[in-house]
C-alpha cells in the first residue's frame, strides 16, 4: 500500500518540473506564493528507509531551494545520498529518472522517540550511579549522536565523567567503571602458565577498570604489563 501512494506520487504528467520546484513533491507555487507542504509520499519514503531503527518516527520534509531551475521531469525518484545518515537534520535526493537529467538534495529531520534511561535529578561530576538517580521515559533520541541507555544494570556501580542535568538523557559516553586497580596501588600479580599460576606483590603504574590492560613494576623493579582485575589483582600469561 505505502509502495504503491509512494510510486504513484513520485509520477509526473507531461508539466514535468515547473517554478523551479518538483511538482508533486513541493506543489509549485503561483505567482511568489510559498510553496505547499510535500505529500506524504515523501515521508512514507523516509519511514520505509527507517526500517530497523526501534521507535516512533517523525519527519519533517523541508523544501527545495526556490531558486532551482529544473527541466521537465516525468519521474521524480528519492533516494538516500551515500554516507548520509538519516538522524536528526538531514536530506534526501530527489533525481530525474525520466525525461530530463537533474539531481537535487532536499532537507528533511527525523526525529526517533523511544523508551530511554533519563536523569531523575542533577547528577554531579564523580558520582557513582545508583537507580534512585534514573527513571526510564519516552525521549527524542535525535537529539544527540550517541546511543540513549534503555538498561539500568548497563549503569551498575558506574560513575558519571559530566555534569548531568536533570531530565537529560543518559548516554554511555557519560560514565565510566570505576577503577579496579588505582595508580599507585599495591597488586599482587597472578602468572598463568600451562597447569600452574604463580603469584607475586607490585605496584601499580596506573588505574584501570576490570578487563583493561595496565602496566605494573615488580618488587625487584622490572615493568611488565597485565589485565586488571576487581580485588587489586593484575593477571598474566606466561
Request: some cysteine; hydrophobic content about 45%.
Amino acid at each position: 500500500m505505502k509502495s504503491a501512494l509512494l510510486n504513484k506520487s513520485l509520477r509526473t504528467s507531461g508539466a514535468g518540473v515547473t517554478a523551479g520546484l518538483v511538482w508533486l513533491l513541493l506543489l509549485a507555487p503561483a505567482h511568489g506564493q510559498t510553496a505547499a507542504a510535500p505529500p506524504e509520499a515523501l515521508k512514507v519514503y523516509v519511514e520505509n528507509a527507517l526500517a530497523g531503527v526501534a521507535g516512533r518516527i517523525e519527519v519533517v520534509v523541508g523544501q527545495l531551494d526556490a531558486r532551482l531551475q529544473l527541466a521537465p521531469c516525468m519521474r521524480v525518484e528519492p533516494y538516500v545520498p551515500p554516507g548520509t545518515r538519516l538522524w536528526g537534520k538531514s536530506r534526501i535526493g530527489l533525481r530525474c529518472a525520466e525525461g530530463a537529467a537533474w539531481n537535487v538534495y532536499l532537507p528533511v529531520e527525523v526525529r526517533v522517540f523511544a523508551p530511554a534511561l533519563v536523569a531523575a535529578r542533577a547528577i554531579a561530576y564523580g558520582q557513582t550511579i545508583g537507580p534512585e538517580d534514573t527513571r526510564m521515559e519516552e525521549a527524542e533520541l535525535t537529539r544527540d549522536a550517541g546511543g540513549a541507555l534503555a538498561d539500568l544494570p548497563a549503569l551498575d556501580g558506574k560513575t558519571a565523567v559530566r555534569m548531568i542535568a536533570a531530565g537529560q538523557v543518559l548516554r554511555a559516553e557519560y560514565f565510566r567503571s570505576p577503577p579496579a586497580v588505582g595508580a599507585g596501588d599495591t597488586v599482587r600479580l597472578v602468572y598463568h602458565g600451562d597447569g600452574f599460576a604463580v603469584s607475586a606483590s607490585g605496584r601499580a603504574l596506573s588505574s584501570a577498570a576490570d578487563g583493561q590492560p595496565i602496566r605494573v613494576q615488580t618488587d625487584s623493579g622490572r615493568v611488565v604489563q597485565g589485565v586488571a582485575r576487581p580485588g587489586r589483582l593484575v593477571e598474566m600469561r606466561l
